[in-house]
C-alpha cells in the first residue's frame, strides 16, 4: 500500500468525519506514538476549526486540493506538518475520505528559492531580512496586502501588517534558536492573519494565511464595483476559475444564508448547500466559456420551506479568470407554465369528453339504422332513410377525427 511506501512523507487516510482508517509509520512517529480514532484529537485546539473548514471546502468541490499547516497536540511548531488533503471518491463520484500527505516542516529551513517554496504551499510567501525590510513577496501576499512593487524601494513588512503589542514582544523575543514562530495580525485594510515565522540563513521566511474562524477575501482586487453588483437584479456572486468566492452582493448573502445557513465566507469555495453536481455544472459552463460569452443552467434548489427552479448564468469577467454568476428564480415562471399545462389540460377533457358522450348514442343509433328493413318502407320513408345513414356515419367520422387531433397534444 502507498501510505506504507513513503518515507519521507507523512500519509493517512480519512474517512468523511475526519476518523484515521490508515496511516504510514512515520505518521504514527511524529505524533509521539500516540493513536486516536480522529485526526481532530491529535492536533490543537487551534487547528481543529481550520481542519473542519478545509474538510467541508473538499466535500463542496471534490476535485480541488487543501493545504493545512498542522501542530500536534503535543508538540512544538518545529514538530508541525505542512498537509496537503485530496477527496477521495467511488465510482460514482460519491465522497468516501480524504488522503493527505505531509511534509514535515523542518524540510522549510533549506534555503530554498521562493518558486520552489510555493510549489510545496499553498499559503502566501514574504522574504524580509534582518531589518523586516521586503526583499521578495510573491503575488497572493503582494494583493492581500496591497505591497507595491519593491524593485525601486524597500519597505518595511510592519507597514503593511499590524501587530498587537504581544505579538510584537513575541517578535522582539525571537532569537532563531527555536526555528519556527507562530502570530497573529491583521492587514491594514482589515482581515486577521495568522504568520508562521522560519529562519533562513540571516533572512526570514513568513508564511501569510488569514484566521479560519474569519471572512477574509483573498484577494484585495474589486472585480466589479459593490455598487454595480448590488444594482444587478438577483443574487450575484464574482468567483474564480476554483470556484474561490472573490465578491458578492447583498442578494446573494440572502440567498447563501437561506440556502446553506451561514453567510457567505470570501476566500473559500463557493457555498450553497446543494449537491455536488451543482458545483460540477458550475465548473464545466466555466471551462467552456470565451470572454463575451455567457452560458446558463436550471437548477432545483430545496430551501427550508419549498422548491424552487432557478436560472444560474455565467460570464467571464474582463481578460482574467474570474467568472459572475447570477442567480435568477424561475419559480413564478414554472408555476405560470403549471398552470397552463394544467388549463390546456381541462381545455382537452372538455373537448374529448363530448366526443365520449355523443359517439355512444351515435353507436347505438347507427345500430339501430341496421335492424330496418329498407324493403318494407314505402317510397316517401326510403328516401329520407336514405339521407339518414349517410349523415348518421358524417357525423361518426366527424367526432373520430376530432379526438384524433385532441390527442396529438399529448
Not at 503582494?142 to 507597514?159: A, C, F, G, H, T
Not at 467552456?288 to 430551501?303: Q, V, Y
Request: with cysteine.
Amino acid at each position: 500500500m502507498f501510505l506504507e511506501e513513503s518515507e519521507h512523507f507523512l500519509c493517512v487516510l480519512l474517512d468523511v468525519e475526519g476518523n484515521v482508517q490508515e496511516a504510514n509509520q512515520l505518521f504514527f512517529q511524529r505524533a509521539k506514538g500516540k493513536t486516536a480514532d480522529s485526526i481532530f484529537e491529535l492536533i490543537i485546539s487551534e487547528n481543529r476549526m481550520e481542519m473542519e473548514e478545509l474538510l467541508e471546502r473538499l466535500l463542496l468541490n471534490p476535485k480541488s486540493k487543501g493545504h493545512f499547516l498542522m501542530r500536534w497536540e503535543s508538540g512544538n511548531i518545529s514538530d508541525s506538518i505542512w498537509w496537503e488533503f485530496s477527496m477521495v471518491v467511488n465510482h460514482e463520484n460519491d465522497p468516501i475520505g480524504f488522503v493527505g500527505i505531509g511534509l514535515p516542516l523542518h524540510y522549510l529551513e533549506e534555503d530554498l528559492p521562493l518558486e520552489h517554496l510555493l510549489d510545496l504551499l499553498d499559503y502566501g510567501v514574504i522574504k524580509v531580512d534582518s531589518q523586516w525590510n521586503i526583499l521578495e513577496a510573491d503575488d497572493f501576499s503582494r494583493n492581500l496586502l496591497q505591497i507595491p512593487s519593491i524593485k525601486d524601494q524597500k519597505y518595511n513588512i510592519e507597514s503593511f501588517i499590524s501587530f498587537l503589542p504581544e505579538e510584537i514582544e513575541k517578535l522582539k523575543q525571537w532569537d532563531g534558536r527555536e526555528k519556527f514562530l507562530q502570530i497573529d495580525g491583521s492587514a491594514l485594510k482589515g482581515g486577521r492573519l495568522k504568520l508562521t515565522l522560519f529562519k533562513q540563513g540571516e533572512n526570514t521566511l513568513i508564511l501569510v494565511g488569514f484566521g479560519s474562524s474569519l471572512n477574509f477575501r483573498k484577494s484585495t482586487d474589486e472585480y466589479i464595483s459593490q455598487e454595480a453588483l448590488e444594482l444587478m437584479p438577483g443574487p450575484v456572486w464574482v468567483i474564480d476559475e476554483k470556484l474561490l468566492l472573490l465578491q458578492s452582493n447583498s442578494k446573494a448573502v440572502q440567498v447563501s444564508e437561506d440556502w446553506a445557513y451561514k453567510k457567505p465566507s470570501f476566500g473559500i469555495e463557493l457555498n450553497l448547500g446543494q449537491k455536488l453536481s451543482f458545483y460540477g455544472k458550475i465548473l464545466h459552463k466555466i471551462a467552456d466559456l470565451e470572454l463575451g460569452e455567457e452560458s446558463s443552467f436550471e437548477w432545483k434548489i430545496n430551501s427550508s420551506e419549498r422548491r424552487e427552479l432557478w436560472q444560474f448564468q455565467i460570464k467571464k469577467v474582463k481578460s482574467s479568470e474570474v467568472y459572475l454568476i447570477q442567480g435568477n428564480n424561475l419559480s413564478h415562471v414554472q408555476k405560470r407554465i403549471e398552470n397552463i399545462q394544467q388549463e390546456n389540460q381541462q381545455l382537452k377533457e372538455l373537448v374529448v369528453q363530448p366526443s365520449y358522450i355523443l359517439r355512444s348514442p351515435l353507436s347505438s343509433m347507427l345500430g339501430l339504422l341496421d335492424l330496418i328493413d329498407y324493403r318494407k318502407l314505402d317510397s316517401e320513408n326510403k328516401k329520407y332513410f336514405s339521407y339518414l345513414r349517410p349523415l348518421a356515419e358524417e357525423l361518426d367520422q366527424v367526432i373520430r377525427t376530432n379526438a384524433k387531433q385532441v390527442a396529438q397534444f399529448d
